[in-house]
């Protein structure tokens, strides 16, 4: 349905249709650090053949062919290849053909969903601020990376790590242990460290690092908060550097990363020794929207670069800014009240459900699980996680996501666990998989004995 209304966009105009019209493709499930593939259609509209240059927007994506000559009223085919490293829940990768010397480019996507094999789908170790350098003591920090998509689950090497960074895994198998060395580039760090695993179904996985690194010269803030601007303003940030020991240095090339901005370095004030103030203004040429980039300060007298984050929105000048909480709070007096909050019980769901509709139940034998569920509108799917005991392991046993109905009032389901040993005792319980590729879990365990 979206690889439809997707194509009717792009076809859709007043009087003719469009030169070069597109069809995107769906690539499925998958896993996370994985290359997808599936195929595109480019269709010529006019009379005349055209020539198409085709790329895809992320350098890590591909398309081939990379140019066709489409045939008049005829349709072209690529080839589409997406990484999609660390995506999560419904993902759209983008690609386009062109026609330079018309000036025509026509873009289309591939979609689908990437799940991830651990239970947390986006894991970090957050050091927060270090110290690195001579007389700096290591900090290392781990993290434990678990699963109920398999069993038996253990982390076996590291395969891919940034260079400054020490990590290994943990005697258990399944704990990744880090640190940073003393050549740790200063500022903000943002990584990924890549480890392999004992299970096909995702043979890697990643984990983010970040830190704020402290050396000898350190910012007064980073990451830089802009805050709020508007264009025709001075939007200006000063941004101290300092010397721990009080000692002197010099600032270097000023690289400015993905932002319309010039920089200037002046004393501080008032004047200090090991300080140097850092002006950074904001042009009015920078894309209105949130504002995200980076300043990479040389620092000769240590032979190294200072990494600073930038943030912030800019606005119009005329952009009204209205506050929601108070709107809400006038619109409402009772909006004060503090509201308990709820969770879901499946009991409960099962009796509160108006629609009724008897679905066909699963052939065969082995424990059959019910469920219904009223509203499923930020949902994917539905996991089904059995163990020998309440308090598990608990392991996914449906090979297939179970997935949303979506029906208009509540939607029932049926599952058999065909699998299941005659007479032996199991835990079930349910999980839902959101669009976003949380997973949460619907129910807590329930006691079946198989029959």
């Known amino acids: 349905m979206l690889a439809m209304l997707f194509a009717t966009l792009l076809s859709a105009a007043p009087g003719q249709p469009p030169a070069l019209s597109a069809e995107p493709c769906e690539f499925g499930e998958t896993y996370q650090l994985s290359a997808v593939h599936c195929t595109v259609a480019y269709t010529n509209n006019t009379d005349k053949p055209i020539r198409v240059a085709a790329a895809a927007v992320l350098p890590t994506d591909s398309m081939a062919p990379a140019t066709a000559l489409i045939a008049a009223h005829a349709a072209a085919y690529f080839d589409v290849t997406a990484n999609v490293e660390n995506d999560r829940g419904r993902t759209e990768h983008v690609f386009y053909a062109a026609d330079a010397g018309a000036g025509l480019k026509v873009y289309t996507k591939a979609s689908g969903f990437v799940l991830s094999l651990l239970d947390g789908p986006m894991p970090q170790i957050d050091f927060g601020v270090i110290q690195v350098g001579p007389g700096a003591a290591e900090q290392p920090k781990s993290l434990t990376l678990d699963t109920r998509e398999v069993s038996g689950f253990r982390l076996k090497s590291v395969v891919k790590a940034p260079p400054y960074i020490d990590c290994k895994i943990g005697d258990d198998g399944r704990t990744l242990i880090a640190s940073f060395k003393p050549n740790a580039p200063w500022g903000t760090v943002g990584e990924y460290i890549v480890i392999s695993t004992n299970a096909p179904k995702q043979p890697t996985v990643s984990v983010h690092v970040k830190a704020d690194v402290h050396g000898e010269v350190v910012p007064s803030e980073n990451p830089v908060q802009l805050g709020m601007m508007r264009l025709g303003n001075k939007n200006e940030s000063l941004i101290a550097l300092k010397n721990l020991t009080g000692k002197d240095f010099r600032i270097g090339k000023i690289d400015v990363e993905r932002l319309h901005a010039t920089t200037q370095v002046e004393p501080c004030v008032p004047a200090a020794r090991g300080c140097n103030l850092l002006r950074l203004a904001i042009l009015d040429t920078q894309p209105l929207g949130m504002v995200s980039g980076r300043l990479r300060i040389e620092l000769p007298d240590y032979h190294r670069d200072i990494s600073l984050a930038v943030g912030g929105l800019l606005l119009k000048r005329d952009t009204v800014?209205?506050?929601?909480?108070?709107?809400?709070?006038?619109?409402?007096?009772?909006?004060?009240?503090?509201?308990?909050?709820?969770?879901?019980?499946?009991?409960?769901?099962?009796?509160?459900?108006?629609?009724?509709?008897?679905?066909?139940?699963?052939?065969?034998?082995?424990?059959?699980?019910?469920?219904?569920?009223?509203?499923?509108?930020?949902?994917?799917?539905?996991?089904?996680?059995?163990?020998?005991?309440?308090?598990?392991?608990?392991?996914?046993?449906?090979?297939?996501?179970i997935r949303a109905l979506n029906e208009d009032d509540s939607s029932e389901y049926r599952w058999r666990d065909a699998s299941a040993v005659s007479g032996h005792t199991y835990w079930y319980y349910i999980g839902v998989l959101k669009q976003s590729g949380v997973r949460q879990d619907l129910t807590g365990p329930q006691k079946v004995v198989a029959k």
Do not use: C
Not at 344 to 366: F, I, Q, W, Y
Not at 373 to 380: F, G, H, K, M
């Open 321 to 401: 800014v209205k506050d929601m909480d108070e709107k809400a709070d006038k619109g409402n007096p009772q909006s004060a009240q503090t509201t308990p909050g709820t969770s879901l019980d499946l009991g409960k769901a099962l009796r509160s459900a108006t629609k009724r509709v008897d679905p066909v139940e699963p052939p065969g034998h082995g424990p059959l699980l019910k469920w219904s569920v009223a509203n499923e509108e930020l949902v994917y799917g539905y996991l089904i996680y059995r163990g020998d005991s309440e308090g598990g392991p608990f392991v996914r046993v449906n090979d297939a996501i």
